[in-house]
């Protein structure tokens, strides 16, 4: 089974840009791996942000974005807001089996 | 609008068994993926299992051959049989629907004795 590597913590100024990274150690994640990504804030369930590498949802801000980057899994924010603070994971699924990266930590500060 | 209402969960001695469910409403859980997702105490977010519209169904290596993952269309609820319990089944269970637009507020195994 797959090992997803997402950075354990990171930290953004309010109206700063971040990515956040979601990387395997199977080899390059594709646009076959139909990444999603989460939010997930103290005491509540996930939140699905992005689905499928790249779609928003109709409730994601705009400032979230989901690519490829350099043979990994990417989640941009654009123009952070207190309100972005939280846990970001990423899912990947290889041949029907899902993977959870370990989670990052984002501060903005 | 959609609900998802997991229930079910307790405290169960290693080596036991529980049911968990989640009763859907304003979706139909035959007509999408539903996924069962835990996060042990202070950890991250584990995918268990699903079942997609056609009936196939999926786990991870960790619970494979321990669970369970059904669906009562009559009912429009998802369950999740799990079997052989250890300690590091202990977290909060969700069941996820679809693109994982949907989540249910979660339910917590505790398996100690």
């Known amino acids: 089974q797959a090992v997803l590597t997402q950075e354990p913590s990171l930290t953004v100024s309010p109206g700063g840009t971040v990515t956040l990274t979601c990387g395997s150690n199977?080899?390059?994640?594709?646009?076959?791996?139909?990444t999603y990504w989460f939010q997930q804030k103290p005491g509540q369930a996930p939140r699905a942000l992005i689905y499928?590498?790249?779609n928003r949802h109709s409730w994601t801000p705009a400032r979230f974005s989901g690519s490829l980057l350099g043979g990994k899994a990417a989640l941009t924010l654009w123009g952070a807001q207190p309100e972005d603070e939280a846990d970001y994971y990423c899912l990947v699924w290889y041949s029907g089996l899902g993977v959870f990266g370990g989670g990052t930590k984002l501060t903005v500060l | 609008e959609v609900h998802l209402v997991e229930s079910g969960g307790g405290l169960v001695q290693p080596g036991g068994s529980l049911r968990l469910s989640c009763v859907a409403s304003g979706i139909t859980v035959s007509s999408v993926y539903m996924n069962w997702v835990r996060q042990a105490p202070g950890k991250g977010l584990e995918w268990v299992s699903n079942?997609?519209?056609?009936?196939?169904?999926f786990y991870a290596d960790s619970v494979k051959g321990r669970f369970t993952i059904s669906r009562d269309n009559s009912k429009n609820t998802l369950y999740l049989e799990m079997n052989i319990l250890r300690g590091d089944d202990t977290a909060v269970y969700y069941c996820?629907?679809?693109?994982?637009?949907?989540w249910g507020q979660g339910t917590l195994v505790t398996v100690s004795s």
């Open positions: 996820a629907a679809g693109q994982f637009e949907y």
């Open positions: 199977s080899g390059t994640v594709t646009s076959g791996h139909h």
């Open positions: 499928s590498t790249n």
């Open positions: 079942v997609n519209s056609g009936g196939s169904t």
